[in-house]
Protein backbone atom coordinates (compact mmCIF):
# COMPACT_ATOMS: atom_id res chain seq x y z
CA UNK A 1 0.00 0.00 0.00
CA UNK A 2 0.84 3.69 -0.61
CA UNK A 3 2.37 3.95 3.00
CA UNK A 4 1.47 6.65 5.28
CA UNK A 5 -0.17 9.06 2.50
CA UNK A 6 -3.44 6.62 2.34
CA UNK A 7 -6.21 7.62 3.54
CA UNK A 8 -8.77 4.74 4.44
CA UNK A 9 -12.59 5.53 5.51
CA UNK A 10 -14.84 3.00 6.62
CA UNK A 11 -18.55 3.67 6.29
CA UNK A 12 -20.30 1.70 9.40
CA UNK A 13 -19.37 0.96 12.60
CA UNK A 14 -20.91 -2.67 13.35
CA UNK A 15 -18.44 -5.71 13.98
CA UNK A 16 -17.69 -5.73 9.93
CA UNK A 17 -16.01 -2.09 10.55
CA UNK A 18 -14.63 -2.73 13.70
CA UNK A 19 -13.04 -6.09 12.67
CA UNK A 20 -11.28 -4.03 9.37
CA UNK A 21 -9.49 -2.00 11.54
CA UNK A 22 -8.14 -4.50 13.75
CA UNK A 23 -7.02 -6.63 10.81
CA UNK A 24 -5.48 -3.34 8.91
CA UNK A 25 -3.42 -2.61 12.22
CA UNK A 26 -2.53 -6.09 12.35
CA UNK A 27 -1.41 -6.08 8.93
CA UNK A 28 1.10 -3.34 9.87
CA UNK A 29 -1.16 -0.62 8.05
CA UNK A 30 -0.13 2.58 9.59
CA UNK A 31 -2.32 5.48 7.59
CA UNK A 32 -5.05 7.07 8.72
CA UNK A 33 -8.36 5.29 9.64
CA UNK A 34 -11.75 6.83 9.88
CA UNK A 35 -14.44 5.24 10.67
CA UNK A 36 -18.02 6.60 10.06
CA UNK A 37 -20.28 4.93 12.61
CA UNK A 38 -24.06 6.00 12.29
CA UNK A 39 -24.90 4.37 16.17
CA UNK A 40 -24.07 6.33 18.90
CA UNK A 41 -22.66 3.38 20.59
CA UNK A 42 -19.13 2.26 20.28
CA UNK A 43 -18.94 -1.22 18.36
CA UNK A 44 -20.89 -3.94 20.13
CA UNK A 45 -22.23 -7.63 19.20
CA UNK A 46 -25.37 -8.39 17.90
CA UNK A 47 -25.83 -12.13 18.21
CA UNK A 48 -26.36 -11.19 22.23
CA UNK A 49 -29.25 -9.49 21.36
CA UNK A 50 -31.75 -12.19 20.90
CA UNK A 51 -30.15 -14.51 23.78
CA UNK A 52 -28.54 -12.84 26.91
CA UNK A 53 -29.70 -9.00 26.77
CA UNK A 54 -33.26 -10.06 26.41
CA UNK A 55 -32.99 -13.12 29.17
CA UNK A 56 -31.83 -10.28 31.20
CA UNK A 57 -28.09 -11.76 31.39
CA UNK A 58 -26.26 -8.75 29.86
CA UNK A 59 -27.16 -5.64 28.94
CA UNK A 60 -23.81 -4.33 27.31
CA UNK A 61 -21.63 -5.77 24.60
CA UNK A 62 -19.39 -3.51 23.25
CA UNK A 63 -16.76 -5.44 21.38
CA UNK A 64 -13.53 -3.47 22.56
CA UNK A 65 -13.30 -2.53 26.02
CA UNK A 66 -11.46 0.86 24.66
CA UNK A 67 -10.89 1.66 21.08
CA UNK A 68 -7.87 4.01 21.92
CA UNK A 69 -5.15 1.61 20.90
CA UNK A 70 -6.44 1.31 17.51
CA UNK A 71 -5.16 4.86 16.47
CA UNK A 72 -8.17 5.43 14.45
CA UNK A 73 -11.11 8.28 14.91
CA UNK A 74 -13.94 7.19 15.20
CA UNK A 75 -16.50 9.37 14.12
CA UNK A 76 -19.90 7.88 16.02
CA UNK A 77 -23.65 8.89 15.66
CA UNK A 78 -22.69 9.86 12.07
CA UNK A 79 -24.24 8.89 8.96
CA UNK A 80 -22.84 8.39 5.40
CA UNK A 81 -24.76 10.35 2.94
CA UNK A 82 -23.01 10.35 -0.13
CA UNK A 83 -20.62 9.72 -2.53
CA UNK A 84 -18.11 12.23 -4.53
CA UNK A 85 -15.10 11.75 -5.82
CA UNK A 86 -12.99 10.24 -3.22
CA UNK A 87 -14.74 11.88 -0.81
CA UNK A 88 -17.51 10.28 1.81
CA UNK A 89 -20.13 13.01 2.69
CA UNK A 90 -22.12 13.17 6.13
CA UNK A 91 -24.42 15.92 7.32
CA UNK A 92 -21.66 16.82 9.17
CA UNK A 93 -18.31 16.95 6.99
CA UNK A 94 -16.39 15.86 4.46
CA UNK A 95 -13.81 12.96 4.86
CA UNK A 96 -11.63 12.28 1.34
CA UNK A 97 -10.10 8.89 0.97
CA UNK A 98 -7.75 6.71 -1.19
CA UNK A 99 -9.94 3.79 -0.27
CA UNK A 100 -13.48 3.44 1.27
CA UNK A 101 -15.02 0.06 2.94
CA UNK A 102 -18.70 -0.09 3.09
CA UNK A 103 -19.37 -2.05 6.26
CA UNK A 104 -22.81 -0.47 6.52
CA UNK A 105 -24.99 -3.91 7.54
CA UNK A 106 -28.01 -4.35 7.39
CA UNK A 107 -31.83 -3.14 8.19
CA UNK A 108 -35.04 -4.90 9.43
CA UNK A 109 -37.79 -4.91 6.61
CA UNK A 110 -41.21 -3.10 8.16
CA UNK A 111 -44.34 -4.34 7.16
CA UNK A 112 -47.66 -1.54 6.26
CA UNK A 113 -49.91 -0.33 8.97
CA UNK A 114 -49.60 2.52 11.23
CA UNK A 115 -49.17 0.68 14.32
CA UNK A 116 -46.37 0.55 16.42
CA UNK A 117 -43.53 -1.92 15.70
CA UNK A 118 -40.52 -2.78 16.98
CA UNK A 119 -37.83 -4.79 15.53
CA UNK A 120 -34.85 -6.37 16.94
CA UNK A 121 -31.65 -5.28 15.35
CA UNK A 122 -30.08 -2.36 17.50
CA UNK A 123 -28.81 -2.61 21.22
CA UNK A 124 -31.20 -0.14 22.11
CA UNK A 125 -34.25 -1.86 20.49
CA UNK A 126 -32.67 -5.10 22.59
CA UNK A 127 -33.01 -3.27 25.73
CA UNK A 128 -36.28 -1.45 24.97
CA UNK A 129 -38.16 -4.69 24.07
CA UNK A 130 -36.94 -6.36 27.07
CA UNK A 131 -38.74 -3.45 29.61
CA UNK A 132 -42.20 -4.41 27.81
CA UNK A 133 -41.67 -7.99 27.77
CA UNK A 134 -43.01 -8.54 31.23
CA UNK A 135 -45.11 -11.35 32.63
CA UNK A 136 -48.54 -11.77 30.88
CA UNK A 137 -47.94 -9.14 27.93
CA UNK A 138 -49.18 -10.55 24.99
CA UNK A 139 -46.75 -11.02 22.37
CA UNK A 140 -46.90 -11.08 18.53
CA UNK A 141 -43.57 -12.02 16.46
CA UNK A 142 -44.13 -11.75 12.42
CA UNK A 143 -41.60 -13.93 11.11
CA UNK A 144 -40.28 -17.55 12.33
CA UNK A 145 -36.80 -17.28 11.22
CA UNK A 146 -33.51 -17.41 13.50
CA UNK A 147 -34.54 -13.74 15.05
CA UNK A 148 -38.21 -14.85 15.27
CA UNK A 149 -37.86 -17.99 16.85
CA UNK A 150 -34.43 -16.91 19.47
CA UNK A 151 -37.20 -14.01 20.31
CA UNK A 152 -39.84 -16.54 21.08
CA UNK A 153 -37.53 -18.29 23.59
CA UNK A 154 -36.63 -15.23 25.56
CA UNK A 155 -39.96 -14.13 25.30
CA UNK A 156 -41.29 -17.59 27.05
CA UNK A 157 -38.48 -17.31 29.93
CA UNK A 158 -39.93 -13.67 30.36
CA UNK A 159 -43.39 -15.83 30.99
CA UNK A 160 -45.28 -13.53 27.88
CA UNK A 161 -48.25 -14.73 26.29
CA UNK A 162 -46.54 -15.59 22.92
CA UNK A 163 -47.78 -16.48 19.34
CA UNK A 164 -45.68 -16.38 16.23
CA UNK A 165 -47.22 -15.44 13.05
CA UNK A 166 -45.61 -16.80 9.72
CA UNK A 167 -46.56 -16.54 6.39
CA UNK A 168 -44.75 -19.75 5.19
CA UNK A 169 -45.46 -22.93 5.15
CA UNK A 170 -42.80 -23.70 8.32
CA UNK A 171 -40.57 -22.55 10.65
CA UNK A 172 -36.74 -21.59 8.90
CA UNK A 173 -38.39 -22.42 5.74
CA UNK A 174 -36.55 -19.37 4.00
CA UNK A 175 -33.68 -20.63 5.71
CA UNK A 176 -33.24 -24.60 5.43
CA UNK A 177 -36.46 -24.84 2.99
CA UNK A 178 -39.68 -25.94 4.73
CA UNK A 179 -38.86 -29.45 4.58
CA UNK A 180 -36.11 -29.13 7.70
CA UNK A 181 -37.92 -26.25 9.06
CA UNK A 182 -41.19 -28.36 9.58
CA UNK A 183 -39.10 -30.61 11.62
CA UNK A 184 -39.11 -27.37 13.93
CA UNK A 185 -42.73 -26.42 14.35
CA UNK A 186 -43.42 -28.50 17.05
CA UNK A 187 -40.97 -26.90 19.19
CA UNK A 188 -42.86 -23.61 19.79
CA UNK A 189 -46.71 -25.28 21.05
CA UNK A 190 -44.16 -27.36 23.15
CA UNK A 191 -42.16 -24.51 24.91
CA UNK A 192 -45.63 -22.95 24.99
CA UNK A 193 -45.92 -20.57 22.20
CA UNK A 194 -48.37 -20.30 19.69
CA UNK A 195 -47.35 -20.70 15.93
CA UNK A 196 -49.67 -19.23 12.87
CA UNK A 197 -48.10 -20.86 9.64
CA UNK A 198 -49.24 -19.77 6.26
CA UNK A 199 -50.35 -16.59 7.62
CA UNK A 200 -49.81 -13.30 6.05
CA UNK A 201 -49.97 -10.11 8.44
CA UNK A 202 -52.22 -7.80 6.42
CA UNK A 203 -51.44 -4.14 8.37
CA UNK A 204 -50.01 -3.84 11.85
CA UNK A 205 -52.40 -1.75 13.92
CA UNK A 206 -52.48 -0.12 17.49
CA UNK A 207 -53.00 -2.71 19.76
CA UNK A 208 -52.46 -5.71 17.16
CA UNK A 209 -52.64 -7.34 13.98
CA UNK A 210 -54.38 -7.77 11.13
CA UNK A 211 -53.67 -11.38 8.77
CA UNK A 212 -54.56 -11.24 5.28
CA UNK A 213 -57.55 -13.51 6.13
CA UNK A 214 -59.09 -11.18 8.28
CA UNK A 215 -58.88 -12.30 11.35
CA UNK A 216 -57.62 -9.76 14.31
CA UNK A 217 -54.94 -10.96 17.04
CA UNK A 218 -54.68 -8.60 19.36
CA UNK A 219 -50.81 -7.71 21.13
CA UNK A 220 -49.52 -6.04 23.37
CA UNK A 221 -46.21 -6.24 21.90
CA UNK A 222 -45.61 -6.63 18.24
CA UNK A 223 -41.91 -7.43 16.64
CA UNK A 224 -41.52 -7.64 12.93
CA UNK A 225 -38.42 -10.12 12.33
CA UNK A 226 -39.29 -11.17 8.36
CA UNK A 227 -35.62 -10.57 7.39
CA UNK A 228 -33.24 -7.60 6.65
CA UNK A 229 -32.12 -5.70 3.67
CA UNK A 230 -28.85 -4.42 3.19
CA UNK A 231 -28.41 -0.89 3.86
CA UNK A 232 -26.75 0.50 0.67
CA UNK A 233 -30.14 2.76 -0.39
CA UNK A 234 -27.20 5.94 0.63
CA UNK A 235 -24.95 4.35 -2.46
CA UNK A 236 -27.81 5.02 -5.22
CA UNK A 237 -26.75 7.41 -7.65
CA UNK A 238 -23.20 6.80 -6.30
CA UNK A 239 -21.82 4.61 -9.09
CA UNK A 240 -21.19 1.49 -6.70
CA UNK A 241 -22.94 -1.47 -8.09
CA UNK A 242 -25.24 -2.73 -6.35
CA UNK A 243 -26.83 -6.38 -6.46
CA UNK A 244 -29.06 -6.95 -3.39
CA UNK A 245 -25.86 -5.48 -1.50
CA UNK A 246 -22.66 -3.77 -2.84
CA UNK A 247 -21.80 -6.29 -5.91
CA UNK A 248 -17.83 -7.23 -5.01
CA UNK A 249 -15.90 -9.66 -6.08
CA UNK A 250 -13.58 -12.35 -4.67
CA UNK A 251 -11.57 -9.90 -3.52
CA UNK A 252 -14.08 -7.95 -1.79
CA UNK A 253 -13.83 -4.99 -4.41
CA UNK A 254 -16.73 -3.09 -5.90
CA UNK A 255 -17.10 -2.32 -9.23
CA UNK A 256 -15.55 1.16 -8.65
CA UNK A 257 -11.70 1.49 -7.93
CA UNK A 258 -10.38 1.44 -4.42
CA UNK A 259 -14.00 0.83 -3.11
CA UNK A 260 -14.44 -2.02 -1.11
CA UNK A 261 -17.63 -3.67 0.76
CA UNK A 262 -17.21 -6.33 3.72
CA UNK A 263 -19.74 -7.85 5.87
CA UNK A 264 -24.12 -8.08 5.74
CA UNK A 265 -23.81 -5.17 3.41
CA UNK A 266 -21.55 -7.44 0.70
CA UNK A 267 -22.72 -9.73 -1.87
CA UNK A 268 -19.42 -11.60 -2.96
CA UNK A 269 -18.44 -13.75 -5.98
CA UNK A 270 -17.76 -17.51 -4.95
CA UNK A 271 -16.65 -19.95 -6.64
CA UNK A 272 -16.61 -22.70 -4.43
CA UNK A 273 -20.69 -22.36 -4.64
CA UNK A 274 -21.03 -21.09 -7.88
CA UNK A 275 -22.98 -18.36 -7.55
CA UNK A 276 -23.03 -14.67 -5.38
CA UNK A 277 -24.12 -14.80 -2.03
CA UNK A 278 -24.65 -12.30 0.72
CA UNK A 279 -24.75 -14.32 4.07
CA UNK A 280 -26.29 -12.42 7.14
CA UNK A 281 -23.83 -14.07 9.53
CA UNK A 282 -21.98 -13.34 12.16
CA UNK A 283 -18.50 -15.59 11.26
CA UNK A 284 -18.26 -13.01 8.05
CA UNK A 285 -18.09 -9.81 9.69
CA UNK A 286 -15.84 -11.29 12.16
CA UNK A 287 -13.25 -13.37 9.43
CA UNK A 288 -13.57 -11.69 5.79
CA UNK A 289 -12.04 -8.23 7.40
CA UNK A 290 -8.79 -10.22 7.76
CA UNK A 291 -9.06 -10.99 4.08
CA UNK A 292 -9.88 -7.42 3.55
CA UNK A 293 -7.64 -6.30 5.12
CA UNK A 294 -4.81 -7.97 3.19
CA UNK A 295 -6.15 -6.79 -0.28
CA UNK A 296 -5.98 -3.29 1.04
CA UNK A 297 -1.81 -3.81 2.60
CA UNK A 298 -1.10 -5.31 -1.28
CA UNK A 299 -1.99 -8.61 -1.16
CA UNK A 300 -4.09 -11.00 -3.34
CA UNK A 301 -6.46 -12.75 -1.45
CA UNK A 302 -9.54 -14.33 -2.10
CA UNK A 303 -12.67 -14.75 -0.11
CA UNK A 304 -14.14 -17.56 -0.27
CA UNK A 305 -15.50 -18.95 2.79
CA UNK A 306 -18.02 -22.03 3.37
CA UNK A 307 -20.78 -20.01 5.65
CA UNK A 308 -21.54 -20.72 9.13
CA UNK A 309 -24.35 -19.72 11.41
CA UNK A 310 -25.57 -20.51 14.69
CA UNK A 311 -28.94 -20.32 16.65
CA UNK A 312 -29.92 -21.33 20.09
CA UNK A 313 -33.24 -21.86 20.21
CA UNK A 314 -35.92 -22.99 22.60
CA UNK A 315 -33.13 -25.11 24.69
CA UNK A 316 -31.51 -26.38 21.40
CA UNK A 317 -28.23 -25.14 19.37
CA UNK A 318 -28.55 -25.25 15.92
CA UNK A 319 -25.64 -24.96 13.54
CA UNK A 320 -25.44 -24.64 10.14
CA UNK A 321 -22.33 -24.80 7.47
CA UNK A 322 -22.56 -24.23 3.88
CA UNK A 323 -25.02 -23.60 1.52
CA UNK A 324 -27.72 -25.84 0.22
CA UNK A 325 -28.75 -23.72 -2.71
CA UNK A 326 -27.14 -25.91 -5.09
CA UNK A 327 -28.05 -29.44 -3.42
CA UNK A 328 -30.04 -32.34 -4.90
CA UNK A 329 -30.83 -34.09 -2.13
CA UNK A 330 -31.19 -34.36 1.71
CA UNK A 331 -30.71 -37.54 4.01
CA UNK A 332 -31.67 -37.55 6.98
CA UNK A 333 -28.64 -38.06 10.04
CA UNK A 334 -30.65 -39.51 13.34
CA UNK A 335 -34.28 -39.61 14.24
CA UNK A 336 -35.68 -35.31 13.68
CA UNK A 337 -38.32 -35.86 16.25
CA UNK A 338 -35.32 -36.38 19.00
CA UNK A 339 -32.95 -34.10 20.37
CA UNK A 340 -29.97 -34.20 18.68
CA UNK A 341 -29.86 -35.01 14.72
CA UNK A 342 -29.01 -33.46 11.36
CA UNK A 343 -29.81 -32.89 7.54
CA UNK A 344 -27.35 -32.65 5.35
CA UNK A 345 -27.43 -31.55 1.82
CA UNK A 346 -25.62 -33.40 -0.72
CA UNK A 347 -25.08 -32.70 -4.10
CA UNK A 348 -23.70 -35.42 -7.22
CA UNK A 349 -21.35 -34.58 -9.17
CA UNK A 350 -18.83 -36.30 -11.62
CA UNK A 351 -16.82 -37.92 -8.88
CA UNK A 352 -19.75 -39.02 -6.92
CA UNK A 353 -22.11 -36.84 -4.37
CA UNK A 354 -20.58 -34.83 -2.02
CA UNK A 355 -22.15 -32.98 0.94
CA UNK A 356 -22.64 -28.97 0.29
CA UNK A 357 -24.37 -27.83 3.47
CA UNK A 358 -25.42 -29.54 6.84
CA UNK A 359 -27.79 -28.65 10.13
CA UNK A 360 -26.85 -29.94 13.18
CA UNK A 361 -28.99 -30.03 16.31
CA UNK A 362 -27.27 -30.33 19.32
CA UNK A 363 -24.02 -32.26 17.50
CA UNK A 364 -21.20 -29.41 17.50
CA UNK A 365 -18.80 -32.33 17.00
CA UNK A 366 -20.73 -33.19 14.32
CA UNK A 367 -20.87 -29.64 13.10
CA UNK A 368 -16.89 -29.52 12.98
CA UNK A 369 -16.12 -32.67 10.79
CA UNK A 370 -18.99 -31.49 8.49
CA UNK A 371 -16.98 -28.20 7.58
CA UNK A 372 -14.11 -30.33 7.01
CA UNK A 373 -15.54 -32.24 4.63
CA UNK A 374 -18.24 -29.34 2.90
CA UNK A 375 -14.38 -27.87 2.55
CA UNK A 376 -12.26 -30.28 1.23
CA UNK A 377 -15.71 -31.11 -1.51
CA UNK A 378 -14.76 -34.51 -0.77
CA UNK A 379 -17.26 -37.28 -2.01
CA UNK A 380 -19.10 -39.01 0.11
CA UNK A 381 -21.24 -42.17 0.74
CA UNK A 382 -25.14 -41.25 1.16
CA UNK A 383 -26.03 -44.12 2.98
CA UNK A 384 -22.82 -43.87 5.61
CA UNK A 385 -23.76 -39.93 5.90
CA UNK A 386 -27.41 -41.15 6.78
CA UNK A 387 -26.09 -43.69 9.22
CA UNK A 388 -25.60 -41.68 12.80
CA UNK A 389 -23.19 -45.00 14.07
CA UNK A 390 -20.61 -43.48 10.97
CA UNK A 391 -18.56 -40.43 12.40
CA UNK A 392 -19.71 -38.07 9.45
CA UNK A 393 -15.66 -37.69 8.64
CA UNK A 394 -15.85 -41.48 8.06
CA UNK A 395 -18.83 -40.88 5.05
CA UNK A 396 -16.01 -40.42 2.40
CA UNK A 397 -16.12 -42.84 -0.25
CA UNK A 398 -13.71 -45.36 0.17
CA UNK A 399 -13.30 -44.87 3.54
CA UNK A 400 -14.17 -47.77 6.10
C1 LIG B 1 -30.64 -9.89 17.14
C2 LIG B 1 -29.61 -10.50 16.24
C3 LIG B 1 -29.13 -11.79 16.52
C4 LIG B 1 -28.19 -12.39 15.70
N1 LIG B 1 -27.77 -13.65 16.00
C5 LIG B 1 -26.86 -14.25 15.20
C6 LIG B 1 -26.41 -15.58 15.50
O1 LIG B 1 -26.84 -16.20 16.47
N2 LIG B 1 -25.51 -16.14 14.65
C7 LIG B 1 -25.01 -15.47 13.56
O2 LIG B 1 -24.19 -16.02 12.82
N3 LIG B 1 -25.42 -14.21 13.26
C8 LIG B 1 -26.34 -13.59 14.05
N4 LIG B 1 -26.77 -12.32 13.76
C9 LIG B 1 -26.23 -11.64 12.55
C10 LIG B 1 -24.93 -10.88 12.83
O3 LIG B 1 -25.05 -10.14 14.00
C11 LIG B 1 -24.64 -9.97 11.63
O4 LIG B 1 -24.34 -10.81 10.54
C12 LIG B 1 -23.47 -9.01 11.90
O5 LIG B 1 -23.81 -8.11 12.92
C13 LIG B 1 -23.12 -8.23 10.64
O6 LIG B 1 -22.15 -7.27 10.94
P1 LIG B 1 -21.95 -5.97 10.02
O7 LIG B 1 -20.87 -5.18 10.70
O8 LIG B 1 -21.79 -6.38 8.62
O9 LIG B 1 -23.32 -5.18 10.09
P2 LIG B 1 -24.04 -4.46 11.31
O10 LIG B 1 -23.82 -5.23 12.55
O11 LIG B 1 -25.44 -4.20 10.86
O12 LIG B 1 -23.27 -3.07 11.45
C14 LIG B 1 -23.41 -2.04 10.50
C15 LIG B 1 -23.33 -0.71 11.20
O13 LIG B 1 -23.34 0.31 10.20
C16 LIG B 1 -24.19 1.36 10.61
N5 LIG B 1 -24.67 2.09 9.43
C17 LIG B 1 -25.71 1.80 8.63
N6 LIG B 1 -25.84 2.72 7.65
C18 LIG B 1 -24.87 3.62 7.85
C19 LIG B 1 -24.46 4.80 7.17
N7 LIG B 1 -25.11 5.24 6.09
N8 LIG B 1 -23.40 5.48 7.66
C20 LIG B 1 -22.72 5.04 8.75
N9 LIG B 1 -23.06 3.93 9.42
C21 LIG B 1 -24.11 3.23 8.98
C22 LIG B 1 -25.30 0.64 11.35
O14 LIG B 1 -25.97 1.55 12.19
C23 LIG B 1 -24.52 -0.43 12.10
O15 LIG B 1 -24.09 0.05 13.33
C24 LIG B 1 -27.71 -11.69 14.56
C25 LIG B 1 -28.19 -10.40 14.28
C26 LIG B 1 -29.13 -9.82 15.09
C27 LIG B 1 -29.66 -8.45 14.78
Known sequence: MGAAAERIVIAGGGLAGLRTVEELRSAGYRGQVTVIGAEARPPYDRPPLSK?????EADDTSLRPELGSLGAQFRLGERAERLGDHVLLTG???????????????????????????FLRTLDDALALREALVPGARLVVIGAGWIGAELATAALARRCRVCVVEAGPAPLAGAVGAEVGAVTAPWYERAGARLRLGEAVASVEDGGIVLA????????????????????????????????GVRVDDHLASSVEGVYAVGDCAAFWSARFGRRMRPEHWDVALRAPAVLAANLAGGDQRYDPVPYFWSEQFGRMLQYVGDHKGADRLVWRGDPRGEAWSACWLASGEAGDRLVAVLT??????????????????PVRADRVADPAVPLRDAVSGGG
Open 92 to 118: RGEYPFDRLVIATGARPVALPGPGPQR
Open 52 to 56: QVLRG
Open 361 to 378: VGLPRELSQARRLIEAAS
Open 213 to 244: CGEWLAADVIVTAVGVRPEVGWLDGSGVALED
